[in-house]
């Protein structure tokens, strides 16, 4: 996690998770200081090894087979030659790297919510 300042309560701090790039709200008692040499991105590697997860650095194209989105996701870490095509997911939808994305081919947001439909019906 990664502090990003005060809250709206006091002792109360917006942090960010380095992996997800999610916001949560966390009481000061449960914030410890972490001091290291380590950049930004070298903690978010870190974390993402930590969890056994991959960081998104960039969704540069999309493509649909059938009706299902597709990503071309370049990860952090990795050569561009290693970018995947990934399904759209509700956790990619939550990337800032999506929201980049979409301001450069703002027509592609039109057709989310109708993504976002298909996956929560196939979630129930």
């Given at each position: 996690m990664w502090c990003i300042g005060p809250d709206k309560s006091p002792n109360?701090?917006?942090?960010?998770?380095?992996?997800?790039?999610?916001?949560?709200?966390i009481h000061a008692d449960r914030l410890r200081v972490f001091e290291t040499s380590l950049t930004l991105d070298q903690?978010?590697?870190?974390?993402?090894?930590?969890?056994?997860e991959y960081v998104v650095e960039e969704i540069n194209e999309h493509k649909f087979?059938?009706?299902?989105?597709?990503?071309?996701?370049?990860?952090?870490?990795?050569?561009?030659?290693?970018?995947?095509?990934e399904p759209f997911t509700l956790e990619l939808d939550k990337l800032e790297a999506l929201d980049r994305y979409l301001e450069k081919v703002p027509h592609l947001a039109k057709k989310l919510p109708a993504q976002?439909?298909?996956l929560r019906f196939k979630a129930n």
């Amino acid at each position: 996690m990664w502090c990003i300042g005060p809250d709206k309560s006091p002792n109360v701090y917006r942090v960010r998770n380095l992996t997800s790039g999610k916001t949560h709200s966390i009481h000061a008692d449960r914030l410890r200081v972490f001091e290291t040499s380590l950049t930004l991105d070298q903690l978010k590697q870190v974390a993402a090894e930590r969890d056994d997860e991959y960081v998104v650095e960039e969704i540069n194209e999309h493509k649909f087979e059938g009706r299902k989105l597709l990503l071309h996701v370049i990860w952090e870490g990795y050569l561009p030659e290693e970018a995947t095509w990934e399904p759209f997911t509700l956790e990619l939808d939550k990337l800032e790297a999506l929201d980049r994305y979409l301001e450069k081919v703002p027509h592609l947001a039109k057709k989310l919510p109708a993504q976002r439909k298909m996956l929560r019906f196939k979630a129930n």
